[in-house]
């Protein structure tokens, strides 16, 4: 008899950060443990969205030569709660795909920030990772940072722009923030669409670029430090796993897109050169920003830390990356975890919670 459980990992997804999302897929699904996981692989495509079930060589996830009529079989969602899985037809007979539960490896807009995760819920199919509510939240910058000062930890001050915005207002809430600030799309993932504004001249033309990513847009201050963060694996009601904070060191300019997946002129260390104490002190943020945001399963939690020692609250990634460079898998394996026990253990979590 087949006691595997069957776990939909899903990859692709209508995301500006698609590729991305292929070379987490394919780390995180040579490392299941196939004598307990029978993985089912389910390509969204990037132009139309379309669900796949993809069974071709798994190289092809990696060269993003998957989606092909060869490789794939077309599949939907089936809202039938007692089938909790996918449909597809053969010959006209429609099949039924049951599935034990899904982790979605998909990041950005369409995948991180909630919809697939409200979609799995609608089909009674446990996610392995953050669910709909924690997943929007996290997403949203500006909710997320009203919550955790709710919680007694520092953010950035910030202003929300809308796209019938007036420029006057712009400017002046700009000066009040302070030179240099940040300009943020509210939703969106890898850096995309954020500027580090040093003039007043950049600033309008940096709202426009982030409004390329979203409808809402933040001016944010620059917080005077350096980002830190913290891998959390499991879930607060059952006990966490936090890996060793790490520390990004920049040379010039921010930690966007082309720093996150080249490190050109930044460098990644973990542990992060701090003090024992201070980092214990972070560990103890990030598992309160954890509990605050509901979070499950996974998360990478990432925060500024001051000269003086303040801790910041960035920003919370539900899915981070998980390539063999990504930081959330080496944050956990300077803690004792290799990159199998952590893809088993989240998928684990996931299937028990």
Request: with cysteine; net charge negative.
């Amino acid at each position: 008899m087949n006691h595997q459980k069957k776990i939909a990992v899903f990859f692709g997804g209508c995301s500006t950060e698609y590729k991305v999302s292929l070379q987490s897929a394919y780390a995180v699904i040579q490392r299941i443990d196939t004598q307990k996981y029978l993985p089912v692989l389910i390509g969204i495509s990037p132009r139309f969205g379309k669900w796949h079930w993809f069974h071709g060589e798994l190289e092809r996830i990696k060269e993003d030569t998957w989606l092909s009529e060869e490789n794939c079989t077309p599949v939907f969602p089936s809202f039938d709660r007692t089938v909790h899985g996918l449909c597809y037809l053969d010959h006209a007979h429609l099949c039924t795909i049951s599935l034990d539960a899904a982790l979605p490896v998909l990041h950005g807009k369409n995948g991180e920030d909630g919809t697939v995760q409200g979609v799995l819920e609608l089909m009674n199919v446990p996610v392995i990772g953050c669910g709909l509510l924690s997943s929007a939240l996290c997403m949203d910058k500006e909710l997320a940072h009203h919550i955790v000062q709710m919680n007694g930890i520092k953010t950035a001050r910030s202003f929300s722009v809308k796209k019938n915005y007036s420029e006057k207002t712009v400017r002046k809430e700009a000066l009040e923030i302070g030179y240099p600030l940040f300009v943020k799309p509210v939703r969106s993932g890898s850096s995309l669409g954020i500027s580090k504004v040093v003039h007043e001249n950049e600033l309008i033309p940096a709202v426009e670029d982030a409004f390329c990513h979203d409808s809402t847009v933040i001016l944010e201050e620059m917080v005077d430090g350096f980002e830190v963060g913290c891998a959390v694996l499991g879930n607060a009601d059952s006990g966490l796993i936090i890996g060793e904070v790490d520390e990004i060191e920049l040379s010039d300019g921010f930690f966007d897109f082309t720093e996150k997946y080249t490190l050109k002129t930044s460098s990644i260390h973990v542990p992060a050169r701090i003090s024992l104490r201070t980092a214990d002190e972070i560990k103890k943020t990030a598992f309160e920003i954890y509990r605050a945001l509901n979070c499950s399963c996974f998360a990478r939690i990432d925060m500024f830390l001051t000269s003086a020692g303040e801790i910041y609250f960035n920003e919370v990634n539900t899915i981070p990356g998980f390539t063999e460079h990504s930081r959330y898998p080496n944050m956990l394996r300077e803690a004792g975890l290799s990159f199998d026990e952590v893809v088993n253990r989240l998928i684990e979590t996931g299937v028990s919670k």
